[in-house]
């Protein structure tokens, strides 16, 4: 797979990603609520795609002791960090390792994973329906998929930050909770849940969808 231009910005991120501020404010309460979601499951395979440094891949081989754990990314950066995590943290046995993988084409099996986590990057991926699509082929039926991602209240700030974001060469798509569960559900979903994640500091809350793979 040929390295796209725009992994470069997560590579570059990943040398300050893991800092602890900002994965106090930032991550953990995404993290946490994702976990509290899942409670009571027993998957035999669990991917968490867009895995960045794997913070919350580490924690769902420790919270499904008895599935097999892969994370995926995109970026060489990110997926370097977290790979140099699972070594350093042995008791993690069911952590399988980590593959460089676009979301909107993924080098993974049909029906081969119970429960997929997308935290903090569908609203990077520039085909969301693809995307959409192939977590639709991924997942078994009756499989669970929670994402968690940047989503505002109106179109109208949805294209004031896509816009912005363009100008800085690397654009966000935000995607508000109607529209994602509109767009899961016309691709074999069906939306359970969706709330906002309350977390520290101004950074904006972000969205959790919930949601069964029909």
Request: proline fraction near 6%; charge should be negative.
């Amino acid at each position: 797979m040929s390295v796209p231009a725009e992994s470069i910005f997560f590579d570059l991120w990943s040398a300050s990603y893991d800092r602890p501020g900002l994965q106090a404010t930032t991550y953990r309460p995404i993290h946490d609520a994702v976990l509290s979601r899942l409670e009571g499951l027993h998957p035999d395979a669990v991917l968490d795609l867009g895995c960045g440094t794997g913070q919350l891949t580490q924690r769902l081989g420790e919270q499904f002791p008895e599935a097999t754990v892969v994370g995926a990314d995109l970026s060489d950066g990110m997926l370097e960090r977290a790979a140099e995590r699972a070594e350093a943290d042995d008791a993690v046995a069911n952590l399988r390792g980590f593959v460089r993988a676009d979301a909107q084409r993924l080098p993974l099996a049909g029906g081969s994973f119970d429960v997929v986590t997308c935290t903090e990057s569908f609203h990077w991926y520039a085909d969301q329906e693809a995307a959409v699509a192939e977590l639709a082929r991924i997942l078994r039926p009756g499989g669970r998929l929670v994402i968690a991602s940047i989503a505002t209240v109106t179109g109208f700030a949805d294209d004031a930050i896509q816009r912005a974001t363009e100008l800085a060469g690397r654009p966000i798509r935000p995607i508000p909770k109607r529209r994602l569960k509109k767009l899961l559900e016309s691709d074999q979903f069906e939306v359970t849940h969706q709330g906002r994640i309350p977390r520290l500091g101004f950074v904006p809350w972000p969205m959790l969808t919930d949601a069964t793979r029909r």
